[in-house]
């Protein structure tokens, strides 16, 4: 099964992207956790990506359908992928496409989050994560169970450098300008399936996997 989620900065795509890829046997494919991955290990991509994510613009398009590339080729052993923050642009979305046809495969389906700017603003101006496992939370509606340390990891919380105010905003601007068009890319091709993202997270999850489950 090959699925692409959709949704502003902060709609819950990651948190979400995880849970399903779990319970439906997917790898779980961040383009973002790799890219910071990267930027932590200071590898050539790394330091490639580094100024644009700083100022929350996107990484060029290249660089990225590269790094699929490569994973898309590997033997995973799972049932599929679930790609979270990837496609963020018509040409990513159009590679992608290429990329599977060769495989003889396409998606299944596109996940669209729907949270409106408000939500997103509040949303991330309260997101913390762990840097060992990555996991996110939100004050105050997903807190951690000791306050400021992860549930799993027991480490202290940290703040992503692009959750400020000033990034933010840029991020939903690019967001606006270059990934929501992908919402009638997929329409176009009958695979777009929206969920109102701003209900219970647990609420969102059973409806993610039904609908995936009656794909
Ligand atoms: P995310 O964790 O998905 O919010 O991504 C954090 C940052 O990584 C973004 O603001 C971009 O700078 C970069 N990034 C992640 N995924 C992509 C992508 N598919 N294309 C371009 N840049 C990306």
Redo the contacts with the bound molecule.
């Keep these: 099964m090959l699925l692409v989620m959709l949704g502003p ?1 902060g709609s819950g795509k ?1 948190t979400q992207a995880g849970r399903l890829a779990e319970s439906l046997n997917l790898v779980h494919f ?4 790799m ?2 991955d990267n930027l932590k290990r200071e590898t050539e991509l790394g330091l490639k ?1 580094r100024e ?2 700083e100022k ?4 060029p ?1 290249q660089l ?1 359908l590269d790094m699929i590339m490569e994973t898309l080729s590997a033997d995973t052993g799972k049932d599929g992928f679930i790609f ?6 018509i040409p ?1 979305a159009e590679g992608l496409d290429k990329m599977l046809e060769r495989m003889n495969n396409k998606l299944d389906a596109a996940l669209n989050l729907q949270v409106s700017d408000n939500e997103v603003i509040k949303r991330l101006s309260g997101r913390y994560f762990c840097p060992k496992c990555q996991r996110t939370y939100n004050y105050p509606a997903n807190l951690p169970k000791k306050e400021g340390y992860c549930d799993v990891c027991d480490v202290p919380l940290q703040k992503r450098k ?1 959750d400020t105010e000033a990034v933010v905003k840029n ?1 939903l601007e690019v967001y606006k300008k270059q990934t929501e068009p992908l919402i009638d890319y997929y329409d176009r091709k009958s695979i777009l399936q929206d969920i109102d993202g701003e209900r219970e997270i647990d609420v969102i999850f059973g409806d993610l996997v039904s609908q995936a489950r009656n794909l």
């Design positions: 900065p990651g961040s383009t973002g956790d890219l910071r990506a644009y994510m929350g613009d996107l990484v398009d990225i979270d923050g990837f496609p963020r642009t990513q692009d991020r």
